[in-house]
Structure formats: C-alpha cells, structure tokens
C-alpha cells in the first residue's frame, strides 16, 4: 500500500497500479493532545495531498490472498523525530476519515489510472516532517466509535484477508489500531518531507502488503507493517519497461518479479517498491519518490526454469526502460534454496520476535568512479510438479516457540526456520544512461548470498527489537561461504537475536 501527497495528477495507467488517495487543503488539529494550529519556524501553511497504493507481487496466482483489507481512520505526520504516540504535535492529513473511516482492497484493480479512492483534505504548517504514521479502525471498535457504512470482512474485525480459497480472516492489530502503522525518519528516502509556504509537497508512502502479513502456526493472521517513504515529483511517470527472455526475446511464461529499491548509508539496496510483470511481461512503478532507483527483476519459467537476477543501475524516475531481456539458467532444474534458522532471547529466555529476511547479492560497476552494492534479491516460489512439492519463500516469521528449536541453539531461546527461494547465478548487470546501456553477461564461477534479518516487536505496528535489531550471516552451517547450486538446498548458519523484549 502506498500513501501518496500529490498535487491532484493521477500516475500514468499501468495494471499495477492499486489503491490511490488524493487529498487537498485544509486545517486540521493534531491529535494526541496537540493543535494543528502549531506554526513551525517560518511559519506559513503548505498545501498537502494524500493517496494510497500497493502494487502487489504475492496476489493469487503469485501467491495465495485474493484481497487484503484495511480500514483507515487517520493519517498523520510529526516534526519531531523523537515524537512518541502521545506526543502533541501529530499534524492530521484527513480529518474526514474521523467520522467516516474507509475500508480499502490494497489489491483491488484501480478506478482510473492509478487511482482507486479519495480520503480527505487538509493542509500542514510549514516544516520538516519526519514521521508519519496510518491509523486504523480496531477489529473490535467500542460503541462510539466510527465504523464504515459496509465491511468486506464479513464478520472478522474491520481488517481482514481472503485466502484464493474464498476464506476471510481477521488480520490481527493489537496496539497499532491505536499508536498507528509508523514511518520513522531512517524509513524516509531522502530526508525529511519539506513543506514550504504556499507550496505542494508530494510525498509516497509504500505499504509492502506482500511483506507485513504473518501466519501463526495456528492459522491466524498478523499485520507487521513494512512502509518506507518519500518526496514524489508530480511531473515524473514513475519507471516502466517490458521483461523479456534473452533468446526468444518474448515475455517469460512464468512469475517474474520487480522491485525498485534504493541504497541506505551502507551500500545496501532495500526495497522501495514490488511488483509481478503481467502475461505481457509489462511493469510500471507509479508512483514513485524523487531520485535514482536500482530495478531487481527475477523470474522462473516454465517446468520452473529459472533466470538470473538482472539489474539495472541508477535508474532516474520518469524512465521507460523498454526491453529488458532475463538470461535464462541452461540446465538448472530449478532455483535455489536457502534454509535456516532464527533464534531470539531475552536476559533470561526465549523472546515472541517478527523477523523479516531478505536474500542479498553483491555487485561491482562503474559509473565513473568504481561502486559495490548488495542488492536485495526478490524472494520467488517454486511451483509443485508431479515429482516435487511447491517451496514458498517466508519473507516474514515469528519466533513465538521454542520447541522445535535445532541443537546447539542458545538455552531457552525461541526460534524459527525460514525458506528463501532465490536465483543460483550471479546477477547481469547495467548502468543506466540516457544515450543507451547495455547488460553485462552474469559473472561465471561460484553464487554467493547474504541473509539478512531485521528484528521488530510483534503488535507495536513495527517497532525495533533486541539488540542490535538488524543481523546478517554469509555463512552456511559448516561456517563456509553462502554458496547455492540450482535445484539444491543450502543450509544457512543460524542467525541469533539476544536483548529483545
């Protein structure tokens, strides 16, 4: 899901566009106690517009949701960095979601261009913002409380998933129907949102849905958010292109994935936004915040051939990347497959922690000064086939037991096993340029890969955990380098949390 500040253009039309929201002027007060009527140095008011959007890459058949509900009662932004739920100051952007919250599909098809619904209006003061939270309906609202006029969920609270099944589950919220769904400033690509007197500010929240969704063990559902944010240009169309296989140069009958990341202060890619091609191997990210992007697209073909990762490099919004060709795999059966184990603990036991994995690759280029970068690889699914069962990636987990936790793991602490399917070459690479570029052949020899896990506390709406919250392992569980072969299973060293909550 996506919230989007924009001056009122709708993003360009592409099938993956999902759930917009555009919001005008207004004063509003803050809530927590604060006045809306709080002028930052400066002072003067900004003009401020608001959308919502999720491209999602784990809709059926990708994956198995059909709709994921969410019901929206307040948006909000804050100054202050060190601003906590309580703090006065929080700046409402839709006032009119108050008496009347939306429920929303985030994989819903869009009204029009990218557009799905509008939400409100309202204007800010002037300042630098650098929190902005999404607030919630609660899945079991007290007599008072606004509540749509009609909700999807049938039954199941106010937020919700249905299974491609035609099942519909209660999406559990816990405290974040209260403190709201959080974009801290290390969550906002390029700094704080500006708003300058008299002047539009657009700015683009990304809710990966594909990656906020925990299953219990006992079936149930859980929202772990994933958002990341940033200023938006209007005039911009977002980045496009078409994947293709290298030889046929035809779209790749099969599920291929896109991401459009950006690199954080060291060197690594983290998502920005996640998208599958459609049947004619088209994407578009729209829209997207301002500056350059590297896109990361994977694929796995027919009798699940795979394809190597392809990369293109610094990549400007507003691109049209035409024909990207995928480098298919010859001879491997399938792609490869990691699996490990997480473990968490507190002072004195074991400790209930969300972990979100991702895959790393390295790569090395040239744009006029020589730079290496780990790129966040788009986690896949292998198909069944009559011979082999289907494996799906586990982007998010929960260390909620410790009863099945491997030997040798720390005493008491809980854990969990993970699977990743990824890629078993090394990435093509390119560096983007105006006047052409072209893809490097992927490196012969030895893969390797990076697991990397990021610690939060179950229903805080993705507040950080343990310490330190963020820990990677290049090795596997001989402590020998992460290496993956095709159609094989590699088994990762174990990665241990310790001081969680």
Request: proline residues 9%; hydrophobic residues 40%; aromatic residues 4%.
């Amino acid at each position: 899901m996506k919230i989007l500040w924009t001056r009122g253009r709708p993003c360009p039309p592409f099938s993956f566009c999902a759930l917009v929201v555009l919001i005008t002027v207004a004063l509003v007060s803050g809530c927590g106690g604060g006045s809306s009527s709080m002028s930052m140095p400066g002072g003067g008011m900004g003009t401020v517009v608001v959308s919502i959007s999720d491209p999602p890459s784990c809709k059926d058949p990708n994956g198995s949701f059909e709709h994921v509900y969410l019901t929206a009662r307040s948006v909000q932004a804050h100054i202050d960095p060190n601003a906590t739920d309580s703090s006065s100051g929080w700046q409402e952007l839709a006032p009119q979601l108050a008496n009347q919250p939306m429920q929303i599909d985030l994989f819903s098809a869009p009204q029009t261009n990218c557009i799905l619904a509008q939400l409100g209006s309202a204007s800010l003061p002037v300042g630098s913002y650098q929190q902005i939270r999404l607030l919630l309906v609660s899945n079991t609202p007290g007599a008072s409380d606004a509540v749509p006029s009609t909700n999807a969920c049938a039954g199941n609270g106010y937020n919700c998933v249905v299974l491609n099944d035609g099942s519909v589950h209660e999406l559990e919220l816990s405290s974040q129907a209260n403190t709201g769904l959080k974009i801290p400033p290390g969550q906002i690509a390029g700094g704080p949102i500006q708003v300058s007197a008299g002047q539009s500010v657009d700015l683009n929240i990304d809710f990966n849905a594909c990656a906020s969704i925990v299953q219990e063990g006992n079936g149930k559902f859980r929202l772990k958010p994933t958002l990341t944010a940033g200023q938006v240009s209007p005039n911009n169309s977002g980045i496009g292109g078409q994947v293709v296989d290298s030889v046929t140069k035809a779209p790749i009958a099969g599920t291929v994935l896109v991401a459009a990341e950006m690199p954080d202060s060291t060197g690594t890619d983290r998502l920005v936004m996640e998208t599958a091609t459609d049947a004619n191997g088209n994407f578009r990210f729209c829209p997207l915040p301002t500056g350059t992007f590297d896109i990361v697209i994977v694929g796995v073909g027919p009798n699940n051939l795979p394809y190597n990762a392809t990369s293109i490099v610094n990549v400007p919004n507003g691109t049209n990347l035409n024909a990207i060709p995928l480098v298919a795999e010859v001879g491997a059966s399938s792609p490869a497959v990691l699996e490990g184990v997480v473990t968490a603990s507190t002072s004195s036991g074991g400790a209930a922690v969300d972990l979100s994995l991702s895959a790393l690759q390295s790569i090395s280029f040239n744009s006029g000064m020589a730079v290496n970068r780990q790129l966040t690889i788009p986690l896949q699914s292998i198909p069944a086939t009559p011979t082999s069962p289907a494996i799906a990636s586990t982007v998010l987990v929960s260390t909620a037991t410790n009863t099945a936790c491997p030997a040798g793991s720390p005493a008491n602490a809980n854990c969990s096993l993970y699977t990743l399917v990824v890629p078993a070459s090394n990435p093509s690479v390119a560096v983007f340029s105006s006047s052409g570029f072209s893809y490097a052949a992927p490196p012969p020899g030895s893969v390797f890969f990076t697991v990397d896990a990021i610690a939060a506390l179950p229903m805080s709406g993705g507040v950080s955990d343990c310490s330190p919250p963020e820990l990677s392992t290049s090795k596997d569980v001989n402590s020998q380098p992460l290496q993956v072969t095709a159609g094989t299973t590699t088994n990762v060293a174990r990665i241990d949390f310790a001081g969680c909550s």
